[in-house]
Nanobody, 115 residues
């Protein structure tokens, strides 16, 4: 059974930083495409950052240069380092693993950027 568990969300001041973690069981990040998505109230879920098995990364224009996606294969955990956070980054953040035929999701973690 595949399980993805996010952690690290919370309240952050504008300009601050936070790191999200996603621990996986039942699946390996290595060899698969991993990703972070977010969904703000009233909006569709959107891709924030993606990392392929080959090591390439892609970022949404809105976070490029501020967010970094990474993984620790030994811990089977992926991360999203978020810097220079803005109020518009407020959303529920979901980690994902894409495999042939489908995608697995975590339960989501709330990130609120506010003073």
């Amino acid at each position: 059974q595949v399980q993805l568990v996010e952690s690290g969300g919370g309240l952050v001041q504008p300009g601050g930083s936070a790191r999200l973690s996603c621990a996986a069981s039942g699946i390996r990040f290595a060899g698969n495409t991993m990703g972070w998505y977010r969904q703000a109230p009233g909006k569709q879920r959107e891709l924030v950052a993606e990392g392929t098995s080959g090591g390439s990364t892609n970022y949404a224009d809105s976070v490029n240069g501020r967010f970094i996606i990474s993984r620790d294969n030994g811990k089977n955990t992926m991360y999203l380092q978020m810097n220079s956070l803005k109020p518009e980054d407020t959303a529920v953040y979901y980690c994902s693993v894409r495999v042939l035929g489908g995608i697995f999701w975590g339960q989501g973690t709330q990130v609120t950027v506010s003073s």
